[in-house]
């Protein structure tokens, strides 16, 4: 099978969805855009995923991985994994929060490059695809994305201060 060939995989439960977000982030070779209500329970604090990202944002200072959520509590407060890497890589990862206005999107996606995505049909509904290979869809929801990301404000500092 050809490696750049279009690969749609259906998800049934949060569990696929959680398996794909793990290969999405192994997939990214230079930007990560994930988007979600507020992160828990998608695997965001295992380690296995802190070490894909910390790999990812290592492997070349130009790597940029941006986060999106309606709410950052989760991030802010139970998921010291995710901390850490913000702590680390500073000038490489970004937490950002919606503003009110943009909280009514319920449908979490995620795009690695211009190429691959994961994506849901809402927050409430397991359901999702995970799509290899697909420019054309992950350009779109990359552009929905940085959309959603121009309005949105800093949801966690990098330092304790928030300086």
């Known amino acids: 099978m050809n490696d750049s060939a279009l690969q749609h995989t259906k998800l049934d439960g949060i569990q696929d969805y959680t398996a ?4 999405l982030c192994k997939l990214a070779q230079r930007n990560l ?9 998608m695997g965001f604090n295992s380690e296995a995923r802190y070490m894909t990202l910390r790999n990812f944002l290592l492997a ?11 709410d950052t509590h989760y991030l802010s407060t139970l998921c010291p994994r995710m901390m850490m890497l913000l702590r680390q890589f500073g000038a490489s990862m970004f937490i950002y929060q919606t503003p009110k206005n943009l909280q009514y999107i319920s449908e979490p996606f995620s795009v690695a490059d211009d190429a691959h995505y994961v994506r849901r049909f809402h927050f409430d509904d397991p359901r999702g695809i995970l799509a290899q290979h697909d420019p054309e869809n992950a ?4 552009s929905r994305f940085l959309e959603m990301w121009a309005p949105s404000h800093p949801g966690i500092s990098p330092t304790k201060l928030g300086l």
């Open 20 to 23: 794909a977000l793990d290969t």
């Open 33 to 41: 855009y994930l988007f979600e209500k507020n992160f828990d329970g």
């Open 60 to 70: 070349n200072p130009a790597h940029r991985l941006f986060v999106l959520a309606h």
């Open 139 to 142: 350009r779109a929801l990359k």
